[in-house]
């Protein structure tokens, strides 16, 4: 073999020993960035798109992701006008479907994402709107937010048709927020 074909031989071995090495090093970078993305800067990259969500307690929720935050994301099912929003603890989420896999670390969304759970469930309160709460195990009350503690929140139950009114609550249900699943709103 001619020294010259040696020597074209050797360069060829080179050249795709350096290009395997920095394939796997690129592939290894890849890997270590994705393993520091969070589910919320997945979340927040897909603002606006449509998402299926399996909660505790067998609960499904699926429509398009309008806020995220530390703690809790909305969503809102159905369309912008007839639509319903739902609150979501983070806490309670075991599935989603439909992420397109994007993140955005930098971006925040409309909502700051130092609110949290307190200050989201405060102004549902202060709207004094009808909600539908579902627990981890899967039960629901309808009503209104009476007070939101710093682990718990107070349901004054009443029916759904009904605005609320001392002598149209049933009961008030006290629900911690280490079961809360998700709040409906009306």
């Known amino acids: 073999m001619p020294w010259s074909d040696l020597f074209d031989d050797l360069e060829a071995q080179l050249a ?19 393993g520091r ?19 505790r307690g067998g609960v499904t929720v699926e429509g398009t992701i309008d806020e995220v935050a ?9 369309d912008a006008q007839h639509g ?28 700051q994402r130092s609110l949290d759970l307190r200050h989201a469930l405060r102004a549902l309160s202060r709207d004094r709107a009808l909600v539908r709460v579902r627990d981890v195990e899967g039960g629901g009350s309808v009503g209104t937010i009476d007070r939101v503690g710093a682990d718990h929140l107070d349901l004054s139950t009443h029916p759904d048709d009904l605005p609320r009114r001392n002598r149209d609550v049933h009961s008030v249900v006290t629900i911690p927020y280490a079961s809360l699943v998700c709040v409906v709103r009306s």
């Open 16 to 34: 795709a020993q350096e290009a395997a090495e920095l394939q796997g090093e690129v592939a290894e970078h890849t890997r270590a960035s994705l």
């Open 84 to 111: 319903r929003e739902a609150f979501v603890v983070l806490a309670s989420l075991l599935t989603v479907q439909g992420l397109s896999g994007r993140s955005d670390p930098g971006r925040r969304s409309r909502v």
């Open 70 to 78: 530390q703690d809790w994301l909305l969503i809102r099912e159905g």
């Open 37 to 55: 993305v969070r589910l919320t800067e997945r979340l927040i990259a897909d603002t606006g798109a449509m998402i299926r969500l399996g909660l």
